[in-house]
């Protein structure tokens, strides 16, 4: 079996990311559950923080490739 | 491996399969990529201008159209975040986020199926019309001195903090910034077009295999056929994305506090 291990560095790196947007849209959720007027407010934060999150993971992609 | 597949193995898509060759002899401005480009500009030129041009109080089915999608754009992203000074920056975001769209659009629609902006040069040219925009919009409104004060010295924090907050504030503006806008929007369009090469070709692959391969490869092209639903949100997001943090930043640069 041949292959590259930057792709298995690339799945552990991801790890931390898909945490973090799990948590994102989890606060995003309860607070329109509790709070459904405040959603207009919340969705631009909570995509802010998603794209955030989601940037590091990004990052580990392209550096996988790239290394 | 048990079910391995007869004859030459299969090759993994990678980053060379988004080397397409000129279409036109040698000249490497003919790619696909360039003409896509082209393309989505005449296509959001012809369906805007159709959409506005017979504009009337009750709007046909080409009029809501257009005006939802500007409607849109105008209040969720340039009211919301910009504030008070937004129409001035309206025409820049719908731009940046109707050709973003179609541009990652064209990544599922048959025939087509490439996503512009899987090509980095492209997505590095949006990051750096984006930095430039921010950062004259920040200039003009503050002065030059004080912007540039307004980013190393943030107010409200301690002086000891500086030692650490000024380099992280600076990286952040002049490289992270940018950079991160365009890396995010040609990561996902590569990662996505990359995913859904990998379920089509290998469900291909494995039709060609043995008996019990071709029952798997059904399976295959179903979940690509999910996927390719799922990169349609993606794809709509990310030009979401991409303008919403177009306007946070100009809003943070038009902001009187930092």
Redesign the interface.
């Known amino acids: 079996m041949t292959g590259t291990l930057n792709l298995v560095g690339y799945g552990l790196a991801a790890i931390g990311p898909g945490l973090a947007v799990g948590m994102i849209f989890a606060a995003y959720i309860n607070g329109v559950a509790r709070q459904p007027e405040a959603r207009?407010v919340l969705q631009?934060i909570a995509?802010?923080g998603?794209?955030m999150a989601?940037?590091l993971a990004?990052?580990g992609?392209?550096l996988a490739?790239v290394l | 491996m048990v079910f391995r597949a007869e004859g030459e193995g299969f090759v993994p898509p990678s980053?060379k399969d988004f080397e397409l060759p000129p279409i036109f002899g040698d000249n490497e401005f003919t790619t696909k990529p360039i003409f896509l480009i082209l393309f989505s500009v005449i296509l959001l030129s012809v369906f805007f201008v159709l959409a506005s041009r017979k504009a009337s109080v009750v709007p046909s089915k080409l009029q809501f159209a257009g005006e939802s999608v500007y409607a849109y754009v105008r209040n969720?992203l340039g009211k919301?975040?910009i504030g008070h000074e937004f129409m001035r920056f309206v025409p820049y975001l719908f731009t940046l986020f109707t050709f973003i769209l179609v541009n990652n659009i064209f990544g599922i629609v048959p025939l087509i199926q490439f996503p512009t902006m899987s090509r980095i040069s492209f997505a590095y040219v949006l990051g750096i019309i984006v930095f430039g925009v921010f950062h004259y919009v920040g200039i003009r409104h503050h002065g030059i001195f004080k912007y540039i004060k307004g980013i190393l010295f943030m107010p409200g924090v301690p002086k000891p903090v500086y030692i650490l907050l000024t380099p992280i504030e600076i990286a952040t503006y002049l490289i992270v910034r940018p950079l991160?806008i365009s890396?995010?929007l040609?990561?996902?369009m590569?990662?996505g077009h990359l995913l859904l090469m990998i379920f089509f070709l290998g469900g291909e692959h494995l039709l060609q295999g043995a008996v019990g391969l071709k029952l798997v490869s059904p399976f295959a092209f179903a979940f690509g056929i999910a996927l390719t639903f799922f990169e349609f949100l993606v794809q709509c997001?990310q030009a979401?994305?991409f303008t919403?943090?177009t306007a946070?930043y100009i809003g943070g640069a038009l902001a009187d506090e930092h």
């Open positions: 207009s631009p995509f802010l998603f794209a989601e940037a990004l990052f992609l392209v490739f | 980053s969720d919301e975040i991160t890396l995010r040609f990561a996902n590569f990662a997001l979401y994305i919403l943090l946070l």
